[in-house]
Each structure stands twice: as C-alpha cells, then as structure tokens.
C-alpha cells in the first residue's frame, strides 16, 4: 500500500499570503494525484486532479504541481474561505491511499 | 448538478452486518465508476471499494473477505454490505463518483453518513 504523508499538519497563514502544502508519495504515483479539501460538516470537495489540473469551477488561486513522489498544493492568496483540511490521494496504485491532511488556518 | 446522499442504520450492533445505501441525483449511475470511502474517528480516509454498471467491483485488500457493493440501476443506487462488524468499523461513511477508472479521483461525495458499531 502507497503511504501518502503530508506537511505541515497545520499551516497559519495570512490573508492574502500564499499557502504551500506538501505531500510525498512512498513511491512514484506518476501524476495520478488528487487533493481535496473539506470544510466542517461539507462532504469533501475536488480541487486538483493529475497532480496540476483544476476541477470544474475551483478558483485560480489553487494550483497543484509535482510528478512522482513530491507534490504541492498552493493557494495563491488565502482568502477566509479556504480554511480546511487538505487532503492528497493517489490514484496510481490499489488501494487508492490519502494523505493524513493539512489543516489550513487564518493566521 | 450530481447529488450523491447516503442512507442506513447509523447504529450496528458488533459481528452484525452494516447495510448502507447510496442515491444518486442528476446523472445516471450507469457511467462512471462509483466508490465508498470511510474515515474512523481520528484516523484518516480510507478506500473501502468500488462498482461499475458492467458489475465489475474492486475492493480494498484490507476488507475484501468481508465487503460486497453492488448497483442498483432501476434505482440509480448504489450498496455497501460490511459483514462481522467491529468497534474498528465505527467511522463516516462516504458515497463518491469517479471521475478516473475506479481508484480516483472522485469529483462528487456525499456528505457522509456516521455508523457506531456497539452493542
């Protein structure tokens, strides 16, 4: 099983600052990489699949990047809607496997 | 606009068996491959499986010997059966679509549903 570890397990950012989040792959998961992102009570929401691609209506502040085992996540400006908990998942290998998340909060 | 909303018991009692269903809204369950997805209290998520309209299913190794999903097309539903349920079972359960081949990445979820397992 792909185990799928992300960083920082909380980030305090500013609004308007930009967000990095990582995730890291055990082993090469080529681009087949999600990150979702989950709000209290919401059921989990799309952002980026194939590692860089944006899902249907997710703003342009959110744009993921990396191939094989390193991944970003960054949120451009964080807006106060953006605090959540962030997830990765690889869709590579079976079982698909999820990061442990980030949770990303106003600073 | 695709809803997707789990229903079933949100008690089970321990070795009994956990029945969730899966309703899914605007568009035909007869595309796309359809999963469901735990997470246990302060654990993280967890693929439990998937279905597709051929019948072809795909489970995670970790649960195989006790799990069936299955389609329900008349309905536009789709199933979990987990058999000889623990404590360990006790989690939200999630219905997702994927938009990928059966292991992601899922572009609809429902808002979860929580199932105890106790007596």
């Known amino acids: 099983e792909i185990m799928m570890t992300q960083s920082p397990a909380t980030l305090s950012v500013s609004p308007g600052e930009r967000a990095t989040l990582s995730c890291r792959a055990s082993?090469?998961?080529?681009?087949?990489l999600a990150w979702y992102q989950r709000k209290p009570g919401q059921a989990p929401r799309l952002l980026i699949y194939?590692?860089?691609s944006r899902a249907t209506g997710i703003p342009a502040r959110f744009s993921g990047s990396g191939s094989g085992t390193e991944f970003t996540l960054t949120i451009s400006s964080l807006q106060s809607e953006d605090v959540a908990l962030y997830y990765c998942?690889?869709?590579?290998?079976?079982?698909?496997?999820f990061g442990q998340g980030t949770n990303v909060e106003i600073k | 606009q695709v809803q997707l909303q789990e229903s079933g018991p949100g008690l089970v009692k321990p070795s009994e068996t956990l029945s969730l269903t899966c309703t899914v809204a605007?568009?035909?369950?007869?595309?796309?491959?359809w999963s469901w997805i735990r997470q246990a209290p302060g654990k993280g998520l967890e693929w439990i499986g998937y279905?597709?309209?051929?019948?072809?299913?795909n489970y995670n190794p970790s649960l195989k010997t006790r799990i069936t999903i299955s389609l329900d097309m008349s309905n536009n539903q789709f199933s979990l059966r987990l058999t000889s349920v623990t404590a360990a079972d006790t989690a939200v359960y999630y219905c997702?679509?994927?938009?990928?081949?059966?292991?992601?990445?899922?572009?609809?979820w429902g808002q979860g549903t929580l199932v105890t397992v106790s007596s």
């Open positions: 082993q090469s998961t080529k681009s087949n």
């Open positions: 998942q690889q869709y590579s290998y079976l079982p698909p496997t």
């Open positions: 279905t597709y309209f051929s019948g072809r299913t």
């Open positions: 605007g568009g035909s369950i007869s595309t796309y491959y």
């Open positions: 997702a679509r994927d938009l990928g081949a059966g292991l992601g990445p899922f572009d609809y």
């Open positions: 194939g590692a860089s």
